[in-house]
């Protein structure tokens, strides 16, 4: 069973940057789409952005144009750059891999944006 493994997770101020990074216990194929998901105390969990295998990236509109979302098959790591925090982005951040029939998920890391 892949275990993916995330890191990166901590206390910053808002305005501040971030930069989560999951990496898989083996290789996995580069046919999986991998995404970030966060959940805040109280809240459902939540899509932050994907990536597919074809080269598409998906954001939620309240991330656009602060996260970025890469990936390294080669690797089998995604990352997740996190700028322009805010204190709402505060949650424990999910890694996850999916195929048609398969989907695996990371223990989570805290992000906890506050001044």
């Known amino acids: 069973q892949v275990q993916l493994v995330e890191s990166g997770g901590g206390l910053v101020k808002p305005g501040g940057s971030l930069r989560l990074s999951c990496a898989a216990s083996?290789?996995?194929?580069?046919?999986?789409?991998l995404g970030w998901y966060r959940q805040a105390p109280g809240k459902q969990r939540e899509l932050v952005a994907t990536f597919t295998r074809g080269g598409e990236t998906n954001y939620a509109d309240s991330v656009k144009g602060r996260f970025t979302i890469s990936r390294d098959n080669a690797k089998s790591t995604v990352s997740l750059q996190m700028n322009s925090l805010k204190p709402e982005d505060t949650a424990v951040y999910f890694c996850n891999a999916r195929s048609a029939i398969l989907q695996i998920w990371g223990q989570g890391t805290q992000v906890t944006v506050s001044s």
């Open positions: 083996r290789t996995i194929s580069s046919t999986y789409t």
